[in-house]
């Protein structure tokens, strides 16, 4: 027993010492000491003294960092440089583009929550009053069965009040005519607008995002700023951005579109230029843009500006009236008519200026896209299915609670239920999500790992909820017509799972593909050592990251151990009472994400970038991490509001569920077997505890979607709720209370018309006959005819003469 209590005295002091990431050398003493003080009371001299030589043997080498730097680091370094991947150029321009920002954090193993606590992102009086102002008019103009059914566009009224108030210069500055609005106030616009229609989100959406405004901005000559970004502002140019073509779309480094700087005579005057040829699809705006951003590879075969004749990926921004430019036509998404179109030339003639930059940035194409690309889509996307999820939410919480079968609101069935719990819970989530990466960029972060768990994960839950949307409303969801506001979206769906980077390989991917590596503490250290020239530094600089690197994976095995042990039930945390348990599991699984990132990629090394499954579950292991912050950080920013706890418990334990799927999955998967049985151990010692939101707290979620109520206000944020005749959804929710209160009053009905005390068969007689029978007074009998009347409007579908759903053919003849 004594050689077992002063084995077990080393262990705890050598695991309390990992656990809290002391230094080596405290490591040393307190594990020395620890061994010495138990073997000494327990009278164990030979096991103390055995334990001693071991610990001092480990500890002196270590401590002795001339002797460790040569006789273990350098081997080590040598080892390193010979397995380490090489990086595409892909790759390491991702890489080396854009921040880290509290994803790093997660990555640690160890998360500083103060990180967390930035200032509650707001609008500004500006902001909120475009928000009130012309948001709203834009929304109460919108018709969406006239833009996807008749038009296929846009009304010329539409067109001119978007530019008329600037809607496509939120991102550009004042100076330059622009309404410089915060990506929040940006994120804001997009969500309101996209609970009226995808087609006008997404024409706001792009020349905010990815195009030609942005890339301006950041790299664009005085001359370009000067000359377009004004125009811009106004919509006197519509600007669209060129990049995919039929061989090459998120692999731009493939692209084969090229520019071959040559001399040409221009109005009789000898110009160095570029002769581009390409073949780009899919471009949003296309058809009618007056300025098109082109990507293409450029080279310079007579070396006419130099040595190089790969000069690399380049941007450049063409006139629509550039001889030899054509577009105009347009392709047709999914029966959502946003303009979109191919555009082709082939040996067009622009001058050197026409490159974004200049000549000075030809090459630097790339790293532009990149840098720029994680700004957009950590807003356009997110923001378009945020709004289109909390619309949702207000939509069918409230049309459960109207539609009525065998007797009952739809809502009180329990298959219905569990669709609202969903809708409702992931919404939050979203919510939390586009908000949290929104107030990252107005941070200055040029956040490329969150903007793809942004991108990724709102476009996939808002897939789920169209799909739960479309069921709850059933036939109401899929008879087309000005009656119906979900089956459009449903048709949307696809589309933003699609661009911007394919979902499937933005999680297989990129997320943990970059997020292993930019938001590790060590690795991308570790990597840029090797490019050090100087011998000296670069063994010093690697000894000093591989050690910090070992005790960092040694910290995580406790950590995870630990926590796994104890349920992450003690221990310090962040939060308050209610969400301390939140933040210990955050705790927990942060640990356990870092422990399987470092094995994954230290026994597979290279090989792990094509183990994209492997990679995919453990992107999904930081994704959720970095989503259940959000939510915590939504609920403290939003002043620990009790009413919002079913929504953020709902997602929260979602989150928590998936994490463990996810982990479960990588480790099951691991082809090294030993290794694998090692990890279980260490990340679940007890098994798999964590289990899904439970029905009774799906009851929960759900009853907030049905009734008015604070949560459900701030769960619709930025939803256009104005009773207007375009807004279905606003008039129903003005109907609602008169529902909620019509119920008594209707079972008392209900319950006199079964005993069979009416005469007639219709049903406004028959509140003739409860009125006269005493039953309801006049005031009850007119709150059912109300509601009646106003339920009968939403629950029903349109209908149409054939001739009606020819709309090209009408539209011809009338024309």
Same mark, same amino acid.
């Given at each position: 027993?004594s ?7 080393a ?11 002391t230094? &080596?050398?405290?490591?040393a003493?307190?594990t ?6 138990v ?5 164990a001299?030979?096991t103390?003294?055995?334990l ?5 043997a480990i500890? &002196?080498p270590?401590?002795m ?13 040598k ?16 890489? /080396?583009?854009?921040?880290?920002g ?8 160890k998360p ?6 930035q ?7 500006e902001?909120?009053?475009?928000m009130?102002g ?18 296929a566009?846009?009304?010329?009224n ?29 994120? @804001? ?6 609970t ?5 989100s ?5 020349p905010?995002?990815?195009g030609?405004a942005?890339?301006?901005l950041?790299?664009?000559?005085d001359e370009?700023?000067n ?26 480094t493939?692209?084969p579109?090229?520019?071959i700087?040559?001399?040409q005579?221009v ?11 390409f ?17 293409f590879?450029?080279?310079?075969p ?6 190089? /004749? ?9 006139p629509r ?10 392709h047709f998404? &999914? ?11 082939k ?9 974004v930059?200049g ?14 690309l994680s700004?957009?889509?950590?807003i356009s996307l ?9 619309a ?7 049309y459960? !609670? ?8 739809v809502?009180?069935?329990?298959g219905v239920e ?6 409702g819970?992931?919404?939050y989530?979203t919510a ?9 960029v107005?941070?200055?972060?040029k956040?490329?790992?969150?903007s ?5 994960? @709102?476009?996939e839950?808002?897939?789920q909820?169209?799909?739960d ?5 059933g ?10 506001? @979900?089956?459009?979206?449903w048709?949307a769906v696809p589309?933003?799972i699609t ?12 997320i ?5 590596i930019r938001?590790h503490p060590?690795v991308l ?7 050090i ?6 063994l010093?600089?690697f000894?000093?990251?591989l ?5 960092f994976g ?7 151990f630990?926590?796994?042990? #104890?349920? @992450? !039930? ?19 699984? #942060? ?9 994954f ?6 090989k792990?970038?094509f183990?994209?499954?492997? #990679?995919a579950?453990?992107?999904?292991v930081?994704?959720?991490?970095y989503?259940a ?6 609920? /403290? ?9 079913p ?11 998936l994490?463990q799927?996810a ?26 505890r ?6 009774? &707290?799906g ?8 009734a008015p109520n ?14 207007t ?27 006199a ?7 007639s068969?219709d049903?406004l007689?028959q ?5 006269q ?7 009850e ?12 409007e939403?629950?029903?579908v ?7 759903? !020819?709309?090209?053919?009408?539209r011809?003849d009338?024309?």
């Amino acid at each position: 027993m004594s050689v077992l209590l002063t084995l077990l005295a080393a262990l705890i002091a050598s695991g309390v010492c990992a656990y809290h990431r002391t230094s &080596l050398r405290t490591w040393a003493i307190v594990t020395v000491v620890a061994t010495l003080v138990v073997g000494l009371l327990v009278r164990a001299p030979a096991t103390m003294v055995i334990l001693l030589l071991i610990e001092l043997a480990i500890a &002196l080498p270590l401590l002795m960092v001339d002797f460790r730097r040569k006789q273990i680091s350098a081997p080590l370094l040598k080892m390193f440089a010979k397995v380490t991947p090489k990086l595409s150029e892909t790759e390491q321009t991702a890489l /080396e583009a854009g921040t880290v920002g509290f994803e790093g954090e997660l990555f640690s193993g160890k998360p500083d929550w103060h990180e967390l606590q930035q200032p509650r992102p707001e609008l500004s009086v500006e902001e909120q009053a475009f928000m009130d102002g012309p948001v709203e008019e834009l929304c109460a103009m919108i018709d969406d069965w006239q833009i996807t059914h008749e038009l296929a566009d846009l009304p010329p009224n539409v067109w001119e009040f978007i530019k008329k108030n600037k809607f496509f210069g939120m991102i550009i500055p004042k100076q330059y005519g622009g309404l410089q609005f915060s990506a929040l106030a940006h994120s @804001a616009v997009l969500q309101k607008l996209s609970t009226m229609s995808a087609t006008v989100s997404s024409t706001v959406a792009v020349p905010n995002s990815l195009g030609p405004a942005e890339l301006l901005l950041h790299y664009g000559t005085d001359e370009q700023k000067n000359h377009y970004l004004p125009r811009l502002a106004v919509g006197e140019e519509i600007p669209c951005f060129a990049l995919t073509g039929p061989y090459a779309g998120s692999d731009a480094t493939s692209i084969p579109d090229v520019g071959i700087v040559c001399k040409q005579m221009v109005d009789g005057v000898e110009t160095l230029g570029l002769k581009l040829t390409f073949d780009k699809r899919y471009i949003t705006l296309a058809p009618i843009a007056t300025v098109v951003g082109l990507a293409f590879r450029m080279y310079d075969p007579e070396h006419l500006l130099g040595e190089e /004749e790969d000069l690399g990926i380049s941007l450049a921004l063409l006139p629509r009236s550039t001889p030899g430019l054509q577009i105009g036509r347009r392709h047709f998404p &999914l029966n959502i008519p946003f303009q979109n179109g191919p555009v082709h030339g082939k040996d067009v003639f622009a001058p050197l200026s026409v490159l974004v930059g200049g000549p000075k940035m030809a090459g630097h194409g790339w790293r532009m896209l990149v840098e720029v690309l994680s700004v957009g889509r950590a807003i356009s996307l997110p923001s378009n299915a945020t709004g289109g999820m909390r619309a949702s939410a207000l939509a069918t919480g409230t049309y459960a !609670r109207m539609r009525k079968q065998f007797g009952l609101a739809v809502a009180r069935f329990e298959g219905v239920e569990e669709a609202l719990a969903r809708i409702g819970g992931l919404a939050y989530a979203t919510a939390a999500l586009s908000r949290a990466t929104a107030a990252a960029v107005d941070r200055g972060e040029k956040p490329a790992v969150t903007s793809a768990i942004a991108k990724y994960h @709102a476009t996939e839950w808002a897939r789920q909820v169209a799909a739960d949307t479309m069921d709850v409303h059933g036939g109401k969801a899929v008879q087309l017509g000005p009656k119906n506001y @979900a089956g459009r979206g449903w048709s949307a769906v696809p589309i933003a799972i699609t661009v911007e980077g394919a979902n499937i390989m933005t999680r297989s991917l990129m997320i943990f593909g970059q997020g292993a590596i930019r938001c590790h503490p060590y690795v991308l250290k570790e990597m840029q050592a090797l490019s050090i020239a100087d011998r000296g530094e670069q063994l010093k600089t690697f000894d000093r990251l591989l050690f910090g690197h070992l005790g960092f994976g040694i910290s995580n095995a406790v950590r995870s151990f630990a926590m796994g042990l #104890s349920g @992450a !039930r003690i221990g310090e945390a962040a939060g308050d009472a209610y969400t301390r348990r939140y933040y210990r599991k955050l705790d927990r699984y #942060s640990a356990a994400l870092a422990l399987c990132a470092d094995v994954f990629m230290g026994v597979l090394g290279g090989k792990l970038k094509f183990k994209e499954k492997l #990679s995919a579950r453990l992107g999904d292991v930081l994704s959720y991490l970095y989503i259940a912050s959000a939510m915590l950080k939504q609920y /403290e920013d939003n002043g620990r509001p009790e009413a919002d706890r079913p929504f953020l418990a709902w997602g929260f334990h979602e989150c928590m569920w998936l994490i463990q799927n996810a982990l479960d999955g990588a480790i099951r998967n691991f082809p090294v077997r030993p290794v694998a049985w090692l990890l279980r151990v260490l990340v679940f010692p007890l098994g798999r505890r964590e289990v899904p939101p439970s029905d009774r &707290l799906g009851r929960r979620v759900a009853a907030l979607l049905t009734a008015p109520n604070e949560a459900l206000d701030r769960l619709t944020d930025w939803v256009y709720t104005t009773p207007t005749p375009n807004n279905t959804i606003g008039r129903m929710k003005a109907l609602l209370p008169d529902v909620i209160a019509a119920e008594p009053v209707d079972r008392k009905f209900g319950k006199a018309l079964k005993s069979g005390q009416f005469s007639s068969h219709d049903y406004l007689d028959q509140l003739v006959e409860a009125q006269q029978a005493g039953v309801i007074s006049e005031a009850e009998a007119e709150l059912l005819r109300r509601v009646r009347e106003g339920v009968f409007e939403f629950i029903s579908v349109d209908d149409f003469d054939t001739d009606e759903m !020819r709309a090209f053919k009408t539209r011809a003849d009338a024309g």
